[in-house]
């Protein structure tokens, strides 16, 4: 067990997944202190949602190593993972609200099927969340009466409810009209600011510029490039891989 | 002579209610035990691996590959042999819940496959148990999605309950086939019957129409 730094939140050690023979991540390390926003970013089936969803083992990785605040965690142990899964909040592109639930149902149900908590702290709790995020007026709506960008915002509501020490984000925003997009860049720009540490696979560049601290470029299950923003993109004197990606994008 | 009101009044009504009774008696078990395990096989066949499967997959074939007199023959005069003796109402009960269960089993599956994945990965992403995301998302969703072919499978057994009388379990139709062998009036005495048992489907179809407006979701179950 490393314990050099213990600002070190989440420290993930030569990662490798291969679904079928074929090798998806290859060898993956990144580290993140407390307060971190770091994003991911690269050409489409890099592995960046594999990486992510290694990193709360809703994919089991074949080879590698996860610590989370130094603690080495075990990939096998039904109850470690559990555990683990409820420290680390996960947003995806496409929201996955529970559509049979309100918005307030969708934030406080884990609080209280996998917390225990009692109902009304959990509802008191999940209005919380949701007026943290502008939704306090949507306590009642279902996912199909919410707008894509109010969507997110529930699922970042549902997120923050369990109290994670980091959250993972893939591509919140590419499921989003481009009207709605900047309402849930707000909320994540809000976390950020407020000392959230975050995982971001995105291609909001702008977003990326202005505050991550780290740009890890991703292409065929390797990070091939990783330094700020600021180096990768204006100041470095050879032309970087991730300027050439990013060139393309709009 | 149809309007011989003393006749409906003293033999056919009586002896129509007496069997309406036992009709009630073997429907109302048999739909609930029915859709438990048609809620237990269904949620078996669509997760299951290995033997659970194999199990689940054999009975549903099993149940809906053959007739359901055939079963009930088996039941009742088949198992006997084995020196399982049933009683004709207990014969009844159980192979109408096998045989419903087994068809209940058919929409649970089905509604289990049509649930999106990122359901059940968001659950399991928030720290959900299988079995607690199984039984806070991935059921209630799928009780919505299966829940009009799951009471269309329960107006059909309130009808096919009428087959209890071929293995001697005197129901709505076995009252209505004695009063009428006695009296020779089948035409008068079945037309009450049938009334009977469209009285019975209406009300179920009414209840189901209720029961889906209140687990009605905006966006869901219509689909
Ligand atoms: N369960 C799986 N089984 C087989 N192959 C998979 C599986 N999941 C992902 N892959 C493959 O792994 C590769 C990486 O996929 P991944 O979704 O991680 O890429 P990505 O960087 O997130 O891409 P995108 O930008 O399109 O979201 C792809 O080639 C994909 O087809
Ligand atoms: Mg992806």
């Given at each position: 067990m490393s314990?050099?730094?213990?600002?070190?939140?989440?420290k993930?050690?030569?990662?490798?997944?291969?679904?079928?023979?074929?090798?998806i991540l290859?060898?993956v390390s990144?580290?993140?202190?407390k307060g971190d926003l770091?994003?991911?970013?690269g050409?489409?089936?890099g592995?960046k949602s594999?990486?992510l969803?290694?990193?709360n083992?809703?994919?089991?990785?074949?080879?590698g190593?996860i610590?989370?605040?130094?603690?080495?965690?075990?990939?096998?142990?039904k109850?470690?993972v559990?555990?683990?899964?409820?420290?680390?909040g996960?947003i995806?592109?496409?929201?996955?609200?529970?559509?049979?639930l309100?918005?307030?149902?969708n934030?406080?149900?884990a609080l209280?099927?996998v917390?225990?908590?009692?109902k009304k702290?959990?509802?008191i709790?999940?209005q919380?969340e949701l007026e943290?995020?502008?939704?306090?007026?949507?306590?009642?709506?279902?996912?199909a009466?919410?707008s894509g960008?109010?969507k997110?915002?529930?699922?970042?509501a549902r997120a923050?409810?369990?109290?994670?020490?980091?959250?993972?984000?893939?591509?919140?925003t590419?499921?989003l009209?481009?009207e709605?997009?900047?309402e849930?860049l707000?909320?994540?720009r809000?976390l950020s600011n407020?000392g959230?540490?975050?995982?971001?696979?995105?291609?909001?560049?702008?977003?990326?510029?202005?505050l991550a601290?780290?740009?890890?470029f991703?292409?065929n299950?390797r990070i091939?490039?990783?330094?700020?923003?600021?180096?990768l993109l204006n100041?470095?004197?050879v032309r970087?891989?991730?300027?050439?990606?990013?060139?393309?994008?709009l | 002579m149809?309007?011989d009101?003393?006749?409906?009044?003293?033999q056919v009504?009586?002896?129509?209610n007496k069997g309406l009774?036992v009709?009630?008696?073997?429907?109302?078990?048999s739909?609930?035990?029915g859709?438990?395990?048609g809620?237990?096989?269904?949620t078996?066949?669509?997760?299951?691996k290995?033997?659970?499967?194999?199990?689940?997959?054999?009975?549903?074939?099993i149940?809906r590959?053959?007739p359901?007199?055939?079963?009930?023959?088996?039941?009742?005069?088949g198992?006997?042999?084995l020196?399982?003796?049933l009683s004709p109402?207990?014969a009844?009960?159980l192979g109408f819940?096998?045989?419903?269960g087994?068809?209940h089993?058919e929409?649970?599956?089905?509604?289990l496959?049509?649930?999106?994945?990122g359901?059940?990965?968001?659950?399991q992403a928030?720290?959900?148990?299988t079995?607690s995301?199984?039984t806070?998302?991935?059921?209630?969703?799928?009780?919505?999605?299966?829940?009009?072919?799951?009471?269309?499978e329960?107006i059909?057994?309130?009808?096919?309950s009428?087959l209890?009388?071929?293995i001697?379990?005197i129901?709505?139709?076995g009252?209505?086939k004695?009063?009428?062998?006695m009296?020779?009036?089948?035409?008068?005495v079945f037309?009450?019957?049938?009334?009977?048992?469209?009285v019975?489907?209406?009300?179920?179809t009414?209840?189901?129409k209720k029961l889906?407006?209140?687990?009605?979701?905006?966006g869901?179950g219509?689909?």
């Amino acid at each position: 067990m490393s314990i050099e730094n213990t600002e070190v939140l989440l420290k993930v050690e030569g990662i490798s997944k291969s679904f079928g023979g074929k090798r998806i991540l290859k060898d993956v390390s990144l580290s993140l202190n407390k307060g971190d926003l770091k994003v991911l970013i690269g050409p489409s089936g890099g592995g960046k949602s594999t990486l992510l969803q290694c990193i709360n083992l809703l994919i089991t990785p074949d080879k590698g190593k996860i610590f989370l605040n130094n603690r080495d965690v075990s990939f096998n142990k039904k109850k470690d993972v559990l555990a683990l899964r409820q420290q680390i909040g996960m947003i995806f592109q496409d929201f996955n609200l529970f559509d049979h639930l309100t918005a307030l149902d969708n934030v406080s149900i884990a609080l209280r099927k996998v917390k225990k908590m009692s109902k009304k702290d959990a509802y008191i709790r999940a209005q919380m969340e949701l007026e943290r995020v502008g939704l306090g007026d949507k306590l009642h709506h279902y996912p199909a009466e919410l707008s894509g960008g109010q969507k997110q915002r529930v699922s970042i509501a549902r997120a923050l409810a369990m109290d994670p020490l980091l959250l993972l984000l893939d591509e919140p925003t590419s499921a989003l009209d481009p009207e709605l997009i900047s309402e849930v860049l707000t909320v994540i720009r809000e976390l950020s600011n407020s000392g959230m540490t975050m995982l971001m696979a995105t291609h909001q560049m702008g977003f990326v510029k202005s505050l991550a601290q780290e740009i890890l470029f991703m292409e065929n299950g390797r990070i091939i490039e990783h330094d700020t923003p600021e180096n990768l993109l204006n100041k470095s004197k050879v032309r970087t891989r991730t300027q050439d990606f990013c060139s393309k994008l709009l | 002579m149809f309007l011989d009101v003393s006749f409906y009044l003293n033999q056919v009504i009586p002896a129509l209610n007496k069997g309406l009774m036992v009709s009630l008696a073997l429907i109302f078990p048999s739909a609930t035990c029915g859709l438990i395990i048609g809620i237990i096989i269904g949620t078996m066949r669509a997760f299951g691996k290995g033997p659970i499967y194999g199990f689940a997959t054999v009975y549903a074939t099993i149940f809906r590959g053959t007739p359901l007199v055939v079963q009930l023959f088996i039941l009742y005069f088949g198992l006997p042999n084995l020196g399982i003796y049933l009683s004709p109402y207990l014969a009844a009960v159980l192979g109408f819940t096998l045989c419903s269960g087994a068809y209940h089993s058919e929409y649970i599956r089905g509604a289990l496959l049509s649930i999106k994945k990122g359901q059940i990965l968001a659950a399991q992403a928030l720290g959900f148990s299988t079995w607690s995301s199984l039984t806070n998302i991935i059921l209630p969703q799928a009780m919505r999605r299966a829940l009009p072919g799951c009471g269309n499978e329960i107006i059909y057994l309130i009808k096919y309950s009428s087959l209890a009388y071929i293995i001697t379990c005197i129901e709505l139709t076995g009252q209505g086939k004695i009063i009428a062998s006695m009296t020779f009036r089948f035409s008068e005495v079945f037309l009450v019957v049938g009334f009977y048992y469209l009285v019975m489907v209406t009300i179920a179809t009414w209840l189901l129409k209720k029961l889906e407006e209140r687990f009605y979701v905006p966006g869901f179950g219509s689909r």
